[in-house]
Each structure stands twice: as C-alpha cells, then as structure tokens.
T-cell receptor
Framework: EIVLTQSPGTLSLSPGERATLYCRASQSVSSTYFAWYQQKPGQAPRLLVYGASSRATGIPDRFSGSGSGTDFTLTISRLEPEDFAVYYC?????????FGQGTRLEIK | QVQLVQSGAEVKKPGASVKVSCKASGYTFTTYYIHWVRQAPGQGLEWMAFINPSDGGTHYAQKLQGRVTVTRDTSTTTVYMELSSLRSEDTAVYYCARAGTNQALDIWGQGTMITVSS
C-alpha cells in the first residue's frame, strides 16, 4: 500500500498570502493518477487537481499542482477567505487507492 | 445537472448490516466507475471499493473484503453499498463518488451518516 504523508498538518496563514501544501508518497506514484481535494466542514470533498497538475472544472487558477515521483505540491497563490479548509492528496494509480491524512489550512 | 444523491442517515446495532444507495443522474450511468469512500468523525478519507456500472465488476479494499458488497441497478441508475457485521469503528460518513475521465473523483454524493451503537 502506498502511504501518503501530508505536511504540514496545520497551516496558519492570512488572506492574500501564498499557501504551499506538500504530499510525499512512500513509493513512486504515477503523476497521471495523483489528485488533490478540498473539504469544508459538513461538505463532501471537492476535486481541485487531477493528473498532478490539471485543474478540475471550475477551479480558480490560483490553485496549482506540481510534482512527480514521490513528492507533490499544491500551491494556492493568493488565499481567499473561502480557501480555508482541509486539503487531501490522493493516489489512484495503485491499489488500494489511498489518501493523505490531510492538511488543515486555517486563518491566522 | 450531474449529481449523485445518497440515501439518508441510519443507526444500526453492532453485528447488523446496512445498505446505502447512491442514485446517479445527468450523465450516462454506465460510462463512469463509482467509488465508495468513508470518513470517521474528525478523521481523514478512507477508500472502500469501486464498481464498474457497465458490467458490475467490483474491487474492494482488502481491509473490508468479505464485509462489503457493492452492486448496481442499471434500470434505476443506482449503486448500492452494503456493509455487514457492523462494529463501532464503522461509524462514519459514507460517500459515493464518480470517477471522471481521468479516474479522479470528480462528482461526490452528499454523504450518508452511519452510526453503529448498541
């Protein structure tokens, strides 16, 4: 099983700042099958990025994904108030599909 | 619009079974796989299983093998997830989600809270 470790666990930033979230895999992951999701309290997750760097439909361009192999990054260029949420990485190229434990992005 | 609508919350006793439904609409049902993901209170996401609605083929997380069964009814465009021998640690919100063109989970149901308690 591929273990995904996200860092930091919690990130405290202010609106307008840049956020960088990390996800490290225990073994190499196909970037074609790597995604990021956002989840707000009481809501289902929402797909942000798939294929490591492709934005999902309707996702603002302040969200960008990058990385390959074992190290992946989600960057939010300028934080908006609605961006404060929990973010999960996911690999879906190897069975079982696995998620990271999440990074909580909170308002400083 | 494309959507997945799940059945309502349930409370079950330990040892019982639960069956959650997920009705798809707004797209061709047999084109996209449906996955099930659960989230225990305050915890992260755990992948459980998927089904190919076209032929009914399934794949389950090894951890749940033998306790989880996913089926589909093409006439009603509904996918079902049944979990048996429930234990307290199965208490969670259960989500169905569509695997889109790239296989990432692009459409999610609203979630179904399953509480296992004596």
């Amino acid at each position: 099983e591929i273990v995904l470790t996200q860092s930091p666990g919690t990130l405290s930033l202010s609106p307008g700042e840049r956020a960088t979230l990390y996800c490290r895999a225990s073994q190499s992951v196909s970037s074609t099958y790597f995604a990021w999701y956002q989840q707000k309290p009481g809501q289902a997750p929402r797909l942000l990025v798939y294929g490591a760097s492709s934005r999902a439909t309707g996702i603002p361009d302040r969200f960008s994904g990058s990385g390959s192999g074992t190290d992946f990054t989600l960057t939010i260029s300028r934080l908006e108030p609605e961006d404060f949420a929990v973010y999960y990485c996911q690999q879906y190229g190897s069975s079982p599909i696995t998620f990271g434990q999440g990074t909580r992005l909170e308002i400083k | 619009q494309v959507q997945l609508v799940q059945s309502g919350a349930e409370v079950k006793k330990p040892g019982a079974s639960v069956k959650v439904s997920c009705k798809a609409s707004g797209y061709t049902f047999t084109t996209y796989y449906i996955h099930w993901v659960r989230q225990a209170p305050g915890q992260g996401l755990e992948w459980m299983a998927f089904i190919n609605p076209s032929d009914g083929g399934t794949h389950y997380a090894q951890k749940l093998q033998g306790r989880v069964t996913v089926t589909r009814d093409t006439s009603t465009t509904t996918v079902y997830m049944e979990l048996s021998s429930l234990r307290s640690e199965d208490t969670a919100v259960y989500y169905c989600a569509r695997a889109g063109t790239n296989q990432a989970l692009d459409i999610w149901g609203q979630g179904t809270m399953i509480t296992v308690s004596s």
